[in-house]
């Protein structure tokens, strides 16, 4: 169970502003939470392996191959400004 005091400490370090009514109601229901934890803890979880999400995802996005665009005139006329066979960007880090 997690008192009040608790509560104001973990405010504080969260750095929340809580009022008497909120530090009652995250009192309460911070030790729901934490009574629910208590009851997960009596589960035999030996023969469970670890795993960081409770169904099995992969990455499913397509590998990035680099290829040479084909119409290398055509991509940089779409440029605002070019530089020859170059974007030409504004400068964003001083030289100081």
Partial sequence: MIDSEQVRKVAHLARLKLNPEEEE?????LSSILD???QLSE?????????????????????DDLEKFPNREEILSCAPEQDGDFFKVPKIMSEE
Avoid at 25 to 29: L, R, S
């Fill in 25 to 29: 109601k995250f009192t309460t229901q």
């Fill in 36 to 38: 629910y934890f208590e």
């Fill in 43 to 63: 589960l035999d979880t030996e023969k469970v392996p670890p795993t960081t999400r409770a169904i099995d995802v992969s990455n499913i996005t397509r590998h």
